[in-house]
C-alpha cells in the first residue's frame, strides 16, 4: 500500500508561480512512475507530467517552459514536486498526485490551485 499526501496548493495571480508537493509513504521502494494530474471544472482530469524511477520525465507540450516536475527517492518516503511558473487562469484545477506500482494506481485527495486576480 502506498499513501499519497499533496500539499502546496492555494491561490495566486496570474503569471505567479506555486510549487506543489506530494509525500509518498508506505511500501514505496516499488513505486516505479509517480505524477501529477489536474482536473478543471467541467473537464476531464488529464496528465501534467509524470516521472519515471530512472527519472525520465514526460511534461505535457502546452507546459513546457513553465512546469517542472522532479522526484526525490528516500528510503523510506518519496516526495514529488511540481514547480509551476507563469500561471494563467487556464491553469486554475484540482492537482492529484498518482503513484504506480506494478499493476496497482493509488492517487491523492488533491490539492487546489486556483489563478485569479
Known amino acids: 500500500q502506498v499513501q499519497l499526501v499533496e500539499s502546496g496548493g492555494g491561490l495566486v495571480q496570474p503569471g505567479g508561480s506555486l510549487r506543489l508537493s506530494c509525500a509518498a509513504s508506505?511500501?514505496?521502494?516499488?513505486?516505479?512512475?509517480m505524477g501529477w494530474y489536474r482536473q478543471a471544472p467541467g473537464k476531464q482530469r488529464e496528465l501534467v507530467a509524470d516521472i519515471d524511477s530512472d527519472g525520465s520525465t514526460y511534461l505535457a507540450d502546452s507546459l513546457k517552459g513553465r512546469f517542472t516536475i522532479s522526484r526525490d527517492n528516500a528510503k523510506n518516503t518519496v516526495l514529488l514536486s511540481l514547480r509551476m511558473n507563469s500561471l494563467g487562469t487556464e491553469d486554475t484545477a484540482v492537482y492529484y498526485c498518482?503513484?504506480?506500482?506494478?499493476?496497482?494506481?493509488?492517487w491523492g485527495q488533491g490539492t487546489q490551485v486556483t489563478v485569479s486576480s
Open positions: 508506505g511500501s514505496v521502494r516499488s513505486i516505479n512512475v
Open positions: 498518482n503513484a504506480e506500482q506494478y499493476s496497482k494506481t493509488y
